[in-house]
């Protein structure tokens, strides 16, 4: 299908494993990023990737890993889990182009994490 | 300060009724505005970009002001299934998006 996918939907772990959450999407996007959200948070920035084998930290990227080999997908890698790490992450994708050149974000599903 | 800040809410209506919510941005070299509805433990989805004109959608309005850095959301005959969070996203550069914390709207028979 064509879109943005995540997978796992749902996760539980536990502290000190890794886990690695999937995305993939299917527009050749260029853009693609990582978020968490959290009550009283909002959606706060993990790491973004602006092309294959170019990303960067956001906000929050303590303890994640990401890596894009390949244009449509955009795996992140928690090296070893933690409590705090408990929340729903979203993954995005955006492409300079639509209408008035504004870059549109679109979505995952996202995927809800547990660790215990 | 944050990037772009709004009101939470919560704002109760009736159906029927006229809401507005607006929402404050910090820098001025923003270039593109959106705002995006979430529905509880769903994905933000897109509701309207905001062009410096104004644009309408249905019974959507959106606004934006760019001397005084706000945009703004106004919902006219509110039904029961515009409940939910309105966020407010702004775009600087290709990559750099921020999100208001969101606003909850719920919509009362």
């Known amino acids: 299908d064509a879109g943005i996918t995540q997978s796992p939907r749902y996760k539980i772990t536990e502290t000190g494993r890794q886990v690695t959450l999937m995305c993939h999407q299917t527009?050749?996007?260029?853009?693609m990023f990582w978020y968490r959200q959290d009550l009283g948070h909002g959606l706060r920035l993990i790491y973004y990737?602006?092309?294959?084998?170019?990303?960067d930290k956001g906000e929050v990227p303590d303890g994640y890993v990401v890596s894009r080999s390949k244009t449509e997908n955009f795996p992140l890698t928690l090296e070893s889990a933690t409590r705090s790490q408990t929340s729903v992450y979203f993954c995005?994708?955006?492409?300079?182009?639509?209408?008035?050149?504004?870059?549109?974000?679109?979505f995952g599903a996202g995927s809800r994490l547990t660790v215990l | 300060r944050k990037e772009v800040e709004q009101d939470p809410g919560p704002f109760n209506v009736p159906e029927g009724a006229t809401v507005a919510f607006n929402c404050t941005y910090s820098?001025?070299?923003?270039?593109?505005f959106f705002w995006y509805r979430q529905d509880c433990r769903k994905e933000p989805k897109l509701l309207m970009s905001?062009?410096?004109s104004g644009n309408e959608d249905g019974r959507f309005t959106a606004q934006l002001n760019r001397a005084s850095q706000y945009i703004s959301l106004l919902i006219r005959d509110s039904k029961l299934s515009d409940s939910a969070t309105y966020l407010c996203?702004?775009?600087?550069?290709?990559?750099?998006?921020?999100f208001g914390t969101g606003t909850s709207l719920t919509v009362i028979p």
């Open positions: 820098n001025s070299a923003s270039q593109s």
């Open positions: 527009w050749s996007h260029s853009y």
């Open positions: 995005a994708s955006s492409d300079k182009g639509g209408v008035a050149g504004a870059n549109v974000l679109t």
């Open positions: 996203v702004v775009n600087i550069f290709g990559n750099q998006f921020y």
């Open positions: 990737s602006a092309a294959a084998d170019i990303t």
């Open positions: 905001v062009y410096s």
